[in-house]
């Protein structure tokens, strides 16, 4: 007798072998074709935490025979299976939501790739609480009012494990708890900062996981250009006229045939109407050290286009659209750009022992 959803995943599969569609095996058990494949991904997780070479213990497995067990072990698909083991346990001591788990997956997921970013050397990789600590550190550091990166600070405090770690939070929140009191809070490290800061972007980088866009509360579409368009065509892309968010109708002022959904950001959905995406072919050619040879998206607000100091720009060099620090800018006289980067995104990337997320209808 079939007792837990494990047991029975593997009939699904049979099934679908054998021609069943996941709307008739709904037909026939109730279980819907998101439940299907939600018990499928999360039985091949499990699998692999019994696979274990450290040997995951048999009574925490049993923590996740319940029906919520699913939910959590669908969010760890996306980690390798070092990873998934590190990330169950800490879901099972932190008794965490799938809500939680996810947060955790994509932190872990993302953390080697932020090599480079302030504060990142502190963290250990392997530890899935640093990696939780140090994607609020990050998100702390991205906040706008000082009162929202404290209290991203005080959440990775909860969380973060190891003593180098917690030094670094601790130091980073009695410097936001004095920024937020108003107080003038000093750069005390100077050249070393510096330093950082040109192998470091101004700006938010993002990598997707797969499903984000699926996933996402809100999501945007925005009009494409690509880098060897010129500046012309990022000024001529279309901008959004009206939105009926009920509906989740979207109209804009001419028609296009390049767009981009992505994620509905605070800072990229408050200038909606005038944001646009550039597509660069080559990440190595924005201006900070750590970026990688892979294709990226610059999510960018035409409607900002004074050149600062402290901002990322795009311009147009020899036809082509570019990313420029503003300080670069600056120097060379540069008063106005095509637009301002709000965030650059990259693209998932994959792992040769991730579970694969089929599509079912």
Aim: glycine share 8%; proline share 5%.
């Amino acid at each position: 007798m079939i007792s837990t959803w494990h047991e029975y995943a593997p009939l699904i599969s049979a099934l679908s072998r054998e021609g069943f569609t996941p709307s008739s095996i709904e037909e026939a058990t109730g279980i819907s074709g998101v439940e299907q494949n939600r018990v499928v991904v999360a039985t091949q997780v499990r699998d692999s935490l019994v696979a274990d070479e450290g040997g995951f213990p048999a009574e925490l497995l049993r923590y996740f025979d319940s029906y919520g067990g699913p939910e959590l072990l669908y969010e760890l698909r996306f980690l390798n299976a070092r990873q998934r083991a590190d990330a169950a346990r800490h879901a099972i001591d932190r008794r965490l939501e799938p809500r939680g788990v996810r947060e955790l997956a994509r932190s872990m997921k993302d953390f080697p790739q932020r090599r480079g970013d302030d504060g990142w050397e502190a963290f250990t990789r392997d530890n899935p609480g640093d990696c939780l600590a140090f994607a609020r550190f990050r998100q702390s550091r991205e906040a706008i009012d000082a009162e929202d990166s404290v209290a991203e600070l005080e959440r990775a405090l909860e969380v973060v494990d190891t003593e180098p770690a917690r030094a670094r939070v601790e130091a980073e929140l009695d410097r936001a708890r004095r920024k937020a009191a108003g107080e003038e809070v000093d750069d005390e490290d100077g050249a070393a900062n510096a330093a950082a800061a040109a192998s470091r972007p101004a700006v938010p980088v993002v990598r997707l996981m797969y499903g984000e866009v699926a996933e996402a509360t809100t999501v945007l579409l925005l009009p494409v250009v690509r880098e060897g368009d010129g500046g012309e065509a990022l000024a001529h892309a279309p901008r959004r006229t009206r939105t009926d968010a009920d509906l989740g109708m979207v109209e804009v002022d001419k028609g296009w045939t390049r767009w981009a959904v992505v994620p509905g950001w605070g800072p990229v959905a408050e200038v909606a109407g005038e944001a646009v995406v550039i597509e660069l072919a080559d990440g190595r050619t924005l201006p900070w050290r750590s970026a990688e040879a892979e294709r990226v998206l610059v999510v960018a607000n035409r409607g900002r286009r004074e050149v600062v100091e402290d901002g990322i720009y795009v311009v147009e060099r020899e036809g082509r659209l570019v990313v420029e620090k503003g300080r670069k800018l600056a120097a060379e006289g540069v008063g106005e750009a095509a637009a301002e980067v709000l965030v650059v995104v990259r693209p998932p990337r994959d792992e040769d022992d991730m579970i694969s997320d089929d599509e079912w209808d």
